[in-house]
Structure formats: C-alpha cells, structure tokens
C-alpha cells in the first residue's frame, strides 16, 4: 500500500478526568501526594488500545510538558505494555514546535493526532505538518479541513478506518465492519486477521459498536463479517419451533438483523439465512443426508452419520428404534440445540441403555472411534 499511517494518543483522550484519587490521611508534601494519587484510563480507553496493538498501525502515546510524574509514569507504563512509542511534548524553542519524530513521520506516513484539548498553536503547526486532526468532544478546537471532530472515544475507530479508506483513494480497498465476543476478536486480533490499515489484500477491518448508532456505521462499511451466535441471548429449546422464531438477539444484533433485511443488496458473511440451520443439530443431519444425493460414480461415497432424535429416555422404546436406524452401541448423545445455550456443547458417551439416564453434564474427553450420533430435544 505504500505509505503507512501513524496515530498519536493525546492524553487528554486516554485519561480519566477524575482519574485522580487522593491519598490516604496524614500524607504531607506534594510529591508524596502525587505519588500517592491513583490513575485510571476512561471509560472505553483499554478496549482502544488493546484493538490499535494489533491494528497495524503505527501508534504513540504522547503528553504536554508539566504532566504530573504519577501522570505521566502511568502513560509510559501503558505504552510499553501496548507495544506503542512514548513522546513526551517539550516545549517549543524558536520554530521548533513538534517533535522531530513527529516531523519526519507526516513526510512518508498518513499522520493522525487524536486529542480533546485545546492547544491552537501545536494543532496548527501539525496541520502545517499535513496532520489530521481528531477532536473528541471539544467543540472548541478550530473548525478546518484537517480536522476532525467526534463526541466519542468510541467513534474514533470508525473514523480512522474512514479516513484511511479515504486517503488511499483506491476502489478496491474494502472495509469490513466485525461483531463478535471480545475472546474471539482478541484471537484474530493477535494473529494479525484485524488490520485497521489495509492489507496486501486491501481489506480494512473495524468493529461495530453497540454503543453507537449502527445504521451510521453499517452505512460506512461495505460488508459485515459477524459472529451471530455469540449475540444470543436465549433460545426457546421447544422442538416444535423452526429457527430463527424462537431465538432472541442482543439489540445490537438484533438492529443489524432488521438493516439487512431491509438493504437486501448489502454483503454479509455468513448470510442469516444459512446460519440459522447449523443451530439445530437435527437440521443439520438432514443436511448432511441431502448431500448423498451428489455421489457420482469413482467418486469417494458422501455419507451422513446414522443418527436418530430421541424424545425421552424409555429404555423399551429406544431398544425399538436404535436397530431400525442403523444405530449402536457405543454412541454419542448431544442435545438437539447446537450453540448458544449453556449445555450445547455437552455430550455423553453411552456403551449400554444404562447410560441413557446418564446426565448431559457429564463431559466425555477420551476419544473412542464410534461414528454413531443420537441427537435429542
């Protein structure tokens, strides 16, 4: 892609206003109560700085001259941890108003330096520099072409993807909008599958936020990439009810479901449509039966494992119906529900009709080479 793009933290965006707790009684002198004093990131802050490590942007953490050593000890310390460069601001001599480091980046970098205070003449000389500015929730920070003004720490990744996007200029380069539990994000994340700067693929990948207004951010993105089954709520287990009736959303999912729905041209992946079946473990057998019906001669055979949905545990009843489906023993038993309820991913392993009373929180981890499945509601 060519050049590459720097961000610089302000600390007034990273800082809990009243990050600043007092310290215990009987201190005296004022170092010893800096020292003592805490300091906290606010609100939204660390979930910021985890998702821009491993974004593959360039990013720095900088302060003004006078911080508090507590202040400015705790910033530096966060930077390490995050992998991030640490700048802190001298004050200007002469004509020299930015750090040198910040000079030579806007020469070969996309530049960006992200702040909600007030400091005209910094913010000038980094326009000077060809750096766009980012201005949370400060509306008096001069209006410009390079400046950009947000309410939330929150709007600051979309924003940057936009004005990346933007930047480049290139018909090709997509962004991707993901929603998904913080465990698997952080997964992808640490593998590098997250770029915030496209690529070699062109791909620009940002999260959606709940917090937000989705229909502003769906309507950025060009696709969406999701994890439905890591927004359900709850299920209805009624085996009479076909999915998705029955199946409750966050509202966050829920909202994107009903975009969807009404932007029938807008990509998602996977569509709804096809996720809904692999939630239910007897649709998804009688998938796998439909696709025996692809076999072609001198070509291995396609077939679904033998399988039959118990409604109860009569030992009488299923000593009937195991024979008449191809079934025994040993077998696995699993509940028809395949995700998004607590004991979806339970199984026991039964050898005898005894083990059918057995409970389905009893985990099986010794593997055997039974291929025989019972799925039941």
């Known amino acids: 892609m060519g050049r590459?793009?720097?961000?610089?933290?302000?600390?007034?965006?990273?800082?809990?206003?009243?990050?600043?707790?007092?310290?215990?009684?009987?201190?005296?002198?004022?170092?010893?109560?800096?020292?003592?004093?805490?300091?906290?990131?606010?609100?939204?802050?660390?979930?910021?700085?985890?998702?821009?490590?491993?974004?593959?942007?360039?990013?720095?953490?900088?302060?003004?001259?006078?911080?508090?050593?507590?202040?400015s000890g705790f910033l530096e310390r966060t930077a390490n941890m995050h992998c991030f460069g640490y700048i802190p601001l001298k004050p200007p001599s002469g004509s020299d108003l930015l750090n040198e480091l910040m000079l030579e980046w806007s020469t070969t970098n996309s530049c960006f330096f992200v702040s909600s205070r007030v400091d005209e003449v910094l913010l000038s000389e980094l326009q000077n520099n060809n750096w766009t500015v980012i201005a949370i929730d400060n509306e008096y920070i001069t209006e410009s072409s390079r400046v950009i003004h947000i309410g939330m720490l929150q709007e600051l990744l979309i924003t940057l993807a936009t004005s990346i996007k933007r930047e480049i200029g290139s018909s090709s380069t997509l962004l991707v909008g993901y929603v998904m539990k913080q465990s698997r994000e952080d997964d992808f994340a640490k593998r590098g599958a997250f770029p915030l700067y496209p690529s070699k693929n062109g791909l620009i990948f940002v999260p959606l936020s709940f917090e937000l207004p989705l229909a502003s951010q769906l309507q950025e993105v060009d696709l969406v990439l999701h994890k439905i089954t890591d927004e359900i709520i709850n299920i209805d287990t009624n085996p009479s009810i076909s999915f998705p009736k029955g199946i409750s959303f966050s509202m966050g999912m829920s909202e994107i479901i009903r975009f969807v729905e009404d932007h029938c041209d807008f990509c998602i992946i996977d569509p709804f449509k096809n996720i809904y079946p692999l939630l239910n473990r007897l649709q998804i057998q009688e998938i796998l039966v439909r696709l025996e019906g692809l076999n072609t001669e001198g070509r291995p055979k396609i077939r679904a494992p033998f399988y039959l949905k118990a409604e109860n545990f009569c030992v009488s009843e299923l000593q009937k119906k195991l024979p008449e489906a191809n079934l025994s023993f040993p077998l696995i038993v699993k509940p028809q529900v395949a995700c998004g309820v607590a004991d979806a991913h339970?199984?026991?392993?039964?050898?005898?009709?005894?083990?059918?009373?057995?409970?389905?929180?009893?985990?099986?981890?010794?593997?055997?080479?039974?291929?025989?499945?019972i799925t039941m509601s």
């Open 4 to 71: 590459s793009a720097r961000v610089v933290l302000d600390s007034s965006v990273l800082l809990a206003p009243s990050a600043r707790i007092g310290g215990g009684g009987g201190v005296t002198g004022e170092e010893e109560k800096e020292d003592a004093a805490q300091v906290a990131l606010r609100p939204g802050a660390e979930a910021l700085l985890r998702r821009l490590r491993y974004s593959n942007l360039r990013v720095a953490i900088c302060h003004p001259e006078g911080l508090p050593t507590n202040e």
């Open 346 to 373: 339970n199984m026991v392993a039964c050898w005898l009709y005894l083990y059918f009373h057995v409970s389905l929180n009893y985990y099986l981890t010794t593997s055997f080479p039974a291929i025989y499945v």
